[in-house]
């Protein structure tokens, strides 16, 4: 089975421009996770999707960034403009949310390594 | 606000030492504390815990949660070189939100 893809796997960017991460969940995964890893914070959730939708992206900065699923098999994170402060390791896991299964771990992703200048 | 700690934040041991990793952790509505190890890349899941007393094990690796003293413990016997990662502990707050800790690195050396 094919795990959760993502890419770019590095970005090297200037400041002020702007930056787009993209995952594809495994197939049949109803619920999708944007998390970025520092090595300050740890893992941080910044959004996650049910169903295409968004169910909480409080920890997403709203100004600069943006998070979309179009499709069932698609997201992207946009960071726009990207900041310094914005380099780290994004990543993105997915997770089966079937009726009756409600104990079931994630799914990670190989990450992004975003780097702006 | 939910908080997991993991201790300790790092550690070296020798080849064929057991190794004894902390997590504690406070969320409102625990619905289970997962484990994982990273290694370069990905976080690669290791362990689901929702009952207390209960052991997980794979292989060299087991885990388990005491629910009323808000902890967990993951024990690596027999450790080998292809041990040293870091490994993440994460607890399931509400239906889908992980709460992450900062992680212990563990160096298996020779």
């Known amino acids: 089975d094919a795990g959760v893809i993502q890419s770019p796997r590095h970005e090297v960017t200037e400041m002020g421009q702007e930056v787009t991460l993209r995952c594809k969940p495994i197939?049949?995964?109803?619920?999708l996770f944007w998390y970025r890893q520092t090595m300050m914070q740890g893992l941080e959730l910044l959004v996650y999707?049910?169903?295409?939708?968004?169910?909480?992206d409080s920890g997403m900065p709203k100004d600069r960034f943006s998070a979309k699923m179009p499709n069932a098999s698609f997201s992207t994170l946009k960071i726009q403009p990207s900041e310094p402060r914005d380099s780290a390791v994004y990543f993105c896991?997915?997770?089966?949310?079937?009726?009756?299964?409600?104990?079931?771990?994630?799914?990670f992703g190989d990450g992004t390594r975003l780097s702006i200048l | 606000e939910d908080k997991v700690v993991q201790s300790p934040l790092s550690l070296v041991v020798h080849e064929g030492d057991t190794v004894t990793l902390n997590c504690s952790y406070e969320?409102?509505?625990?619905?289970?504390l997962l484990w994982y190890k990273q290694e370069k890349k990905a976080p690669t899941f290791l362990f689901m815990l929702?009952?207390?007393?209960i052991e997980k094990k794979s292989g060299r690796l087991s885990s388990i949660l005491d629910k009323k003293e808000l902890f967990s413990i993951l024990n690596i016997t027999a450790t080998q070189t292809g041990d040293s990662a870091v490994y993440l502990c994460?607890?399931?707050?509400?239906?889908?939100?992980?709460?992450f800790g900062t992680g212990t690195r563990l160096l298996v050396s020779p």
């Open positions: 896991a997915s997770r089966i949310g079937t009726v009756g299964i409600s104990n079931q771990p994630q799914h």
């Open positions: 999707f049910n169903n295409k939708a968004v169910m909480d």
């Open positions: 994460a607890v399931a707050s509400g239906f889908q939100k992980l709460v």
């Open positions: 197939s049949g995964h109803d619920y």
């Open positions: 929702t009952s207390s007393g």
């Open positions: 969320v409102t509505n625990f619905r289970s």
